[in-house]
């Protein structure tokens, strides 16, 4: 069965409840957070503000089902800092992250946030990397203790020099060796590969575990000339039962349009998709 999200951020100025009430209404099961729409930090957001969020959702048959931009519009943090200060304090709080997210309800982090993980042009990848895997070793406890999954995303070089494609997020994650850090794939961002989108995706099905669907041209699916039907073949074809989740850059013509015509296309497309025993 698939699972159609949709990022909050989309409805800017909406209450949550409201939020909830539509995109259920259209058709959406899951809905995908941005901290920074709940308050400056995570942290500020207090227990019991949580637990009303998750029973608005949950009254509304639609699950929290976890963060993203998770440092976006906060100061103080960075992946891939030289500064061990840094890298700790942007490591715990990336654990606060992965409370609140199981406190809403959902057990997933995707870890964008292009302008807190860039590095100097004249370092090599491996400091960056071995600055990244110090920063995320302060919030692996955290992951484990509530279950919760950090997905690391691969961006394009437009966006940032650091872990620009699915084979090296893929590759921390391995040199990590953590069953809570895993692979986020985003349609946009694997535009900018070499390799076709489909192919991406099969090359990597053993570690995908959420997913977000979108256009290069930073509108949602259906709203660019991104085929998905190929795409969601693939996903079909790995087995993959993770959320997909429409997130856009380009807010529109409206959240109402964005979020029934992006749902509309996908279904469109998965009716079109064929199974294994149908071949």
């Known amino acids: 069965m698939r699972k159609y999200a949709i990022c909050n951020e989309t ?11 539509r995109i259920a209404e259209l058709g959406y099961t899951g809905l995908e957070v941005a901290p920074f729409t709940l308050a400056p930090r ?14 608005q959702a949950q009254a509304a048959g639609v699950q929290i089902l976890g963060l993203h931009w998770l440092l ?4 103080g943090f960075h992946l891939t800092s030289p500064d061990p200060a840094v890298r700790q304090r942007t490591g715990e709080y ?3 992250l992965a409370h609140a997210a199981a406190d ?8 964008g946030s292009p302008a807190q993980r ?9 400091k960056a990397e071995d600055f990244a895997l110090d920063t995320l070793s302060y919030c692996l406890k955290a992951l484990e203790q509530r279950q919760v999954y950090l997905c690391l995303e691969p961006l394009s070089p437009t966006e940032t020099n650091f872990l620009n494609t699915a084979t090296e997020a893929v590759a921390l994650a391995q040199r990590l060796n953590h069953p809570y850090v895993r692979l986020h794939l985003d349609v946009k961002a694997m535009s900018s590969e070499a390799l076709p989108i489909p192919e991406i995706i099969r090359t990597h099905a053993a570690w995908l575990t959420h997913f977000h669907a979108n256009d290069p041209n930073k509108r949602g ?3 660019g000339s991104t085929d998905f039907c190929p795409i969601l073949q693939a996903l079909w074809d790995i087995h993959y039962t993770g959320w997909i989740s429409v997130e856009v850059f380009d807010y529109s013509p409206d959240p109402e349009t964005i979020a029934r ?3 509309r296309y996908l279904k469109e497309c998965a009716e079109k998709v064929t199974p294994f025993s149908k071949r």
């Open 11 to 21: 409805f800017e100025g909406w209450e949550h409840a409201r939020i909830c009430a």
């Open 42 to 55: 995570i942290t500020e957001v207090t227990a019991v503000q949580r637990a009303e969020l998750r029973r």
């Open 72 to 75: 976006a519009r906060t100061e």
């Open 94 to 96: 990336l654990a606060e």
């Open 104 to 111: 809403l309800g959902g057990n997933i982090l995707v870890l």
């Open 118 to 126: 860039t590095y100097p042009a004249e370092w090599s990848r491996q």
């Open 221 to 223: 699916p259906g709203f």
């Open 261 to 263: 015509e992006s749902i």
